[in-house]
């Protein structure tokens, strides 16, 4: 089983920038995608972002195209650097790793 530990996230002016983190340790299978999703108040959870494990090839949702990155490095730890940051980024994000969620962070962009 893997466990994830995000960190980041705040309140942040619109047109600003975050970076988020999430931490995966225990049994990882390098075969796997990592990704980041959001939930905002009333609404759906959505895929943001994916990183695959062992090539490093990413997907973004269209909505977040050209402003966020997913990375990942050698220690088992996945980034979204989110600029250009706008009010509807307004979410809880989460990253999901293997069958995993992690704890979730709160972003808020103020206009």
């Known amino acids: 089983q893997v466990q994830l530990v995000e960190s980041g996230g705040g309140l942040v002016q619109a047109g600003g920038s975050l970076k988020l983190s999430c931490a995966a340790s225990?049994?990882?299978?390098?075969?796997?995608?990592m990704r980041w999703f959001r939930q905002a108040p009333g609404k759906e959870r959505e895929f943001v972002a994916g990183?695959?494990?062992?090539?490093?090839?990413t997907s973004y949702a269209d909505s977040v195209k050209g402003r966020f990155t997913c990375s990942r490095d050698s220690a088992n730890t996945m980034y979204l650097q989110m600029n250009s940051l706008k009010p509807e980024d307004t979410a809880v994000y989460y990253c999901?790793?293997?069958?995993?969620w992690g704890q979730g962070l709160q972003v808020t962009v103020s206009s």
């Open positions: 225990g049994r990882i299978f390098s075969g796997n995608m």
């Open positions: 999901y790793f293997q069958g995993t």
């Open positions: 990183i695959a494990w062992n090539v490093g090839s």
